[in-house]
């Protein structure tokens, strides 16, 4: 399994599947009540949280006292794309099953991950997360620094403090919408770019969701 498949397959349980209800494998874990935007070819159409998302297709519903989703035709090819920070992880797409104002019923759901995600390429990130040494063991030594860019050869955050190479470090993120989730490794590599700030490379030994 590739490091970005922890992104993906098998990290986060959400609502959905505690129902038994089947998320295709290499999806993201989105909680229900995740904001998703839709859009067209043509531009944005409606915004909405995930209701449901199964094997089988995904259903936007419409928030109570928002005014009617936006007429949209049967057949309609949407892109789907989380709302905050996590937009740039992945796009979803999908096509108009039902739309009638209150919930917008896709069939079809495939992923088409964003800046070059796949099991072999880079996904470049921009995420604050939050730093502790392996031996803090009650998290009162947090450090914060940025996710910045992750392919399989490892995570590189930014932060203001060095770091050694071969220091074991555990790194909590969270993404909205998402699970928290927590790594733990060890620094393979470090470097100080001209501005000072230091960049380092962990290669995760453990990843919890």
Known sequence: MSILSFFFTGMFKNTLEAKNE??????PRLKAGTILHASTADGPLLSGPV????????TISNSSGRPPFPPCAVGTALDLSPEGGSSSLFLLRGTVELANGKVCRLT??????????????????????????EDDK?????????????DNNGFTFQSEFPHCVEERIQVTLSIEGFFPLTMRGQIVRMEMSTTGVFRFVLYPGQIQG
Request: hydrophobic share 45%; aromatic share 12%; charged share 20%.
């Open 51 to 58: 209701a449901h998302f199964t094997r089988t297709g995904l």
């Open 108 to 133: 079809a759901v495939e992923l088409l991950p964003r800046a070059g995600l796949a099991s072999n390429r880079p996904l470049f990130i921009d995420l604050p997360v939050i730093l502790y040494d």
């Open 22 to 27: 089947i998320v295709p494998p290499d999806f």
């Open 138 to 150: 009650d998290f009162s030594r947090p450090e914060y620094c940025k996710l910045v860019h992750a």
